[in-house]
């Protein structure tokens, strides 16, 4: 007990793994809410457009000296005003113009950076640095968090009807048009929030991991959001842990052992998981044999 509580309390002796557990969690529990949309409505790419299309944003941000979360969002919400006017105004298809905006955008962040003389490690909007975590920073990302987990969790079920049938949704008035602006407004925000704890290379796993071992160990859209963030939040918080204790990047633990999670699910899951599909099928025949015994001893007279 002794040891265990020493693993656990001694990191918290510094303010800076105060300020990274905090921003960890938050920062997961937003990407888990928002991460069972994405997966559902099958925008996991359009997820990693918005990450990698606000780089620009933050080192022009940077230059002229305003908060990097307008930079951030601004350029967010340019890439999704591309993408959809490309992909509506011409024969590309929707895939085709992520990959072009998103690639052109994240392009131009790096010759940026490149170009960019700065005290501050630019580089670390790419991989994160949840361990520089200041309190203007913490205060940011506890403000932005609630913002979007607030706005998700009032019109969930309006979101969750988009998903499931966006003509039904349409038919009884609501502007499937609206809510998809929105949604994406919620993704650049989230994206901002998980920045400081990830990177932008590393904020897509996180948008998409959650969501999709939810699915597989859930049959119902309520528990997929509570599985969602509660897996997220136990990934940051193991990964923050790990990271410490061992040295290493956090960013990258928290994503590893998010998807050491989503293995487990991918082969344990009761329902959908692999195992547990082959023991459903192994079981089935042994059902209907017994099912076939008892009714032809029911019609022996």
């Given at each position: 007990?002794?040891?265990?509580?020493?693993?656990?309390?001694?990191?918290?002796?510094?303010?800076?793994?105060?300020?990274?557990?905090?921003?960890?969690?938050?920062?997961?529990?937003?990407?888990?809410?928002?991460s069972?949309?994405?997966?559902?409505?099958g925008?996991?790419?359009?997820?990693?457009?918005?990450?990698?299309?606000i780089?620009?944003?933050?080192v022009?941000?940077?230059?002229?000296?305003?908060?990097?979360?307008?930079?951030?969002?601004?350029?967010?919400?340019l890439?999704?005003?591309?993408?959809?006017?490309?992909?509506?105004?011409?024969?590309?298809?929707?895939d085709?113009a992520?990959?072009v905006?998103?690639?052109?955008?994240?392009?131009?962040?790096?010759?940026?950076?490149?170009?960019?003389?700065?005290?501050?490690?630019?580089?670390?909007?790419?991989f994160?640095?949840?361990?520089?975590?200041s309190?203007?920073?913490?205060i940011?990302?506890l403000?932005?968090g609630?913002?979007?987990?607030?706005?998700l969790?009032?019109?969930?079920?309006?979101?969750?009807?988009?998903?499931?049938?966006?003509?039904?949704?349409?038919?009884?008035?609501?502007s499937?048009?609206g809510?998809?602006?929105?949604?994406?407004m919620?993704?650049?925000?989230?994206t901002?929030?998980?920045?400081?704890?990830?990177?932008i290379?590393?904020?897509?796993a996180m948008?998409?991991i959650?969501?999709?071992t939810?699915?597989?160990?859930?049959?119902?859209?309520?528990?997929?959001?509570?599985?969602?963030?509660?897996?997220?939040?136990?990934?940051?918080l193991?990964?923050?842990?790990?990271?410490?204790w061992?040295?290493?990047?956090?960013?990258?633990?928290i994503?590893?052992?998010?998807?050491a999670?989503?293995?487990?699910?991918?082969?344990?899951?009761?329902?959908?998981?692999?195992?547990?599909?082959l023991?459903?099928?192994?079981?089935r025949?042994?059902?209907?044999?017994?099912?076939?015994s008892?009714?032809?001893?029911?019609?022996?007279?």
């Amino acid at each position: 007990m002794d040891l265990l509580r020493e693993l656990l309390l001694a990191p918290l002796e510094f303010g800076f793994m105060q300020n990274a557990l905090l921003v960890s969690v938050v920062a997961a529990a937003v990407c888990g809410l928002l991460s069972c949309w994405l997966v559902l409505m099958g925008w996991s790419l359009m997820g990693e457009a918005v990450a990698h299309s606000i780089l620009p944003g933050i080192v022009l941000a940077y230059l002229f000296g305003v908060p990097m979360a307008v930079g951030a969002f601004v350029f967010g919400m340019l890439a999704v005003a591309l993408i959809g006017g490309i992909s509506t105004s011409s024969t590309v298809k929707h895939d085709t113009a992520i990959g072009v905006v998103f690639t052109s955008l994240f392009a131009l962040g790096l010759v940026l950076i490149s170009r960019t003389p700065s005290e501050t490690h630019l580089q670390h909007i790419l991989f994160g640095n949840v361990l520089g975590t200041s309190r203007t920073d913490l205060i940011q990302v506890l403000c932005l968090g609630a913002l979007t987990a607030a706005v998700l969790l009032i019109k969930r079920r309006d979101f969750t009807l988009l998903a499931f049938d966006r003509t039904f949704a349409h038919t009884i008035g609501l502007s499937a048009t609206g809510l998809s602006a929105v949604l994406l407004m919620l993704l650049a925000l989230t994206t901002v929030t998980a920045l400081q704890t990830l990177g932008i290379i590393l904020v897509v796993a996180m948008l998409v991991i959650p969501g999709a071992t939810a699915m597989l160990l859930t049959r119902t859209f309520g528990r997929m959001l509570i599985v969602a963030s509660a897996s997220a939040v136990l990934s940051a918080l193991v990964g923050v842990y790990l990271s410490y204790w061992g040295d290493v990047a956090t960013g990258g633990t928290i994503v590893l052992v998010q998807s050491a999670q989503f293995a487990m699910a991918y082969l344990f899951a009761p329902r959908k998981g692999v195992l547990g599909r082959l023991a459903h099928r192994r079981r089935r025949p042994v059902a209907h044999r017994l099912d076939q015994s008892a009714a032809t001893i029911e019609r022996i007279p």
